[in-house]
């Protein structure tokens, strides 16, 4: 048969190897159950397919029956029900995917043989196959051929309501129908396909807000491929701010660990998420304006504490330090937040500036210490509502000092104290401001339930 062409359709593809050398956030490996149970439910379980095969009208048979038998003329005949659709899928290695439908056809007409005219009705079993394959990816779109396309059938059921059918009429109908089926079935086949197309590859292009800082675009970064029993892709998420710029990452399409293929045994679906991706997500969460407030026990339990520690460092002589003036405490965070990924642990890697200042309103600011502190923080992962929830906690902490107005050098008995002040007034805004989570992409309709993760070098294997 002539082969089918659907473009934008890429659900089905199946290539060799993956996308390297492309930006590419997260991949995601479907297992063959887990596409099948896909398309089984948007064709059949969801009652398209059945829906256009309702209007199925074969042409009118006509034989002039030879010198025994009495020409036969059925017409009219036309589909009454569809009965027990089955869809299977088969990848093909390095060609693409075999889809397969199973249906039992009841179909009824008008039958004239010789001077006799009474209903015929006809049942038989067919399987409608067609190869699917990929061609050509470019800007996120795909050339999808679907082709190879034909017709077996099974068991073949004929009966007139007087119950008398020669044999010869049994055959005539059989070879009609395997000349004819093909071409009529087949059309219905690429027609459905390109609906499901539609609503399938929406789901692998598409926008989704990070609480209300911005979005990430997820898109294709490639053809798919196979590999083992899974069908594979790269997707790429684009990271921008609510009306501003895309905040970059740089992650690149690598092959997954052989681990995934046999995570898939109980799993639908591994979505795989690089750590340069989810940074630059948490870059969004964490944009956070900077904290200052007084030190004072109120704001922080060991204020008093501080200032003596600090007063503690003046250099000796120093005329211009200051007694007993308030202080003030700024806590800005710098750069970007990284998160680092490690076997069944993860941390992020963040840098703040800790400023303790005097703001005298008849004078200007002293800076008794401007600080670098970088922070390690441990991160407790769970998934809700498709999300990636973080819970943070300052695991470890190392101090810089930057620069002081009053000549400060040595702040090394400063840390313990400075760790109890980012844990109780920085981290509480930190974990408030990752509180909407890290989204993850819904792919093919699958089902976002019962999700788990593994944590591994470098990516996050989500599994559904």
Do not use: W
Not at 73 to 88: A, D, F, K, V
Not at 150 to 164: E, P, T, Y
Request: aromatic residues 4%; glycine residues 8%.
């Amino acid at each position: 048969m002539k082969p089918l062409k659907l473009f934008g359709m890429f659900f089905f593809c199946g290539l060799l190897s993956p996308t390297r050398g492309s930006l590419s956030g997260l991949s995601c490996a479907i297992s063959t159950r887990a596409i099948q149970q896909v398309m089984s439910d948007t064709m059949v379980k969801s009652g398209l397919f059945q829906k256009h095969l309702q209007d199925l009208v074969l042409p009118n048979i006509m034989s002039d029956g030879g010198l025994l038998n009495a020409p036969t003329i059925i017409t009219g005949l036309h589909l009454e029900r569809c009965r027990m659709p089955t869809l299977s899928v088969a990848l093909l290695h390095g060609i693409g995917m075999q889809l397969a439908i199973n249906v039992r056809l009841d179909l009824s007409g008008n039958c004239l043989i010789g001077l006799l005219s009474e209903v015929v009705f006809i049942s038989l079993d067919v399987t409608i196959t067609t190869n699917i394959k990929c061609t050509n990816f470019e800007l996120g779109a795909f050339q999808v051929i679907v082709d190879d396309c034909f017709c077996i059938l099974g068991a073949v059921k004929i009966k007139l309501l007087s119950g008398l059918l020669s044999l010869s009429v049994h055959d005539i109908v059989l070879n009609h129908l395997t000349a004819t089926l093909p071409g009529l079935l087949c059309p219905v086949l690429d027609i459905v396909l390109k609906i499901v197309n539609i609503q399938l590859v929406g789901t692998l292009d598409v926008v989704v807000p990070i609480g209300s800082k911005g979005t990430v675009h997820f898109h294709p970064a490639g053809p798919p491929f196979t590999s083992g029993s899974s069908l594979m892709m790269d997707l790429d998420g684009t990271v921008q701010q609510m009306g501003g710029s895309i905040i970059p990452h740089d992650s690149y399409a690598s092959a997954l660990p052989p681990l995934v293929d046999g995570l898939l045994v109980d799993s639908l679906m591994a979505i795989c998420m690089r750590q340069g991706l989810l940074s630059s997500m948490l870059a969004l969460l964490l944009q956070i304006s900077p904290h200052i407030f007084p030190c004072t026990p109120e704001a922080f339990s060991e204020a008093n504490q501080l200032r003596d520690s600090i007063t503690a460092l003046y250099p000796t002589g120093c005329t211009s330090c200051p007694a007993a003036s308030p202080l003030s405490i700024r806590v800005e965070a710098v750069g970007k937040p990284l998160i680092q990924l490690e076997p069944n642990k993860a941390t992020i890697e963040l840098t703040v500036m800790i400023q303790v200042f005097i703001n005298s309103p008849d004078g200007p600011i002293i800076n008794l210490l401007v600080l670098r502190a970088d922070l390690v923080l441990n991160v407790r992962l769970s998934i809700s509502r498709g999300s990636l929830v973080l819970a943070l906690s300052l695991g470890r902490l190392a101090l810089l000092l930057e620069s002081s107005d009053v000549g400060i050098r040595d702040i090394s008995n400063l840390k313990p104290q400075f760790f109890k002040l980012l844990v109780e007034t920085y981290m509480p805004l930190l974990n408030a401001a990752v509180t909407p989570g890290l989204p993850v992409p819904n792919l093919f309709k699958i089902p976002m339930t019962r999700m788990h993760f593994q944590i591994l070098k470098g990516m996050l294997v989500i599994l559904l």
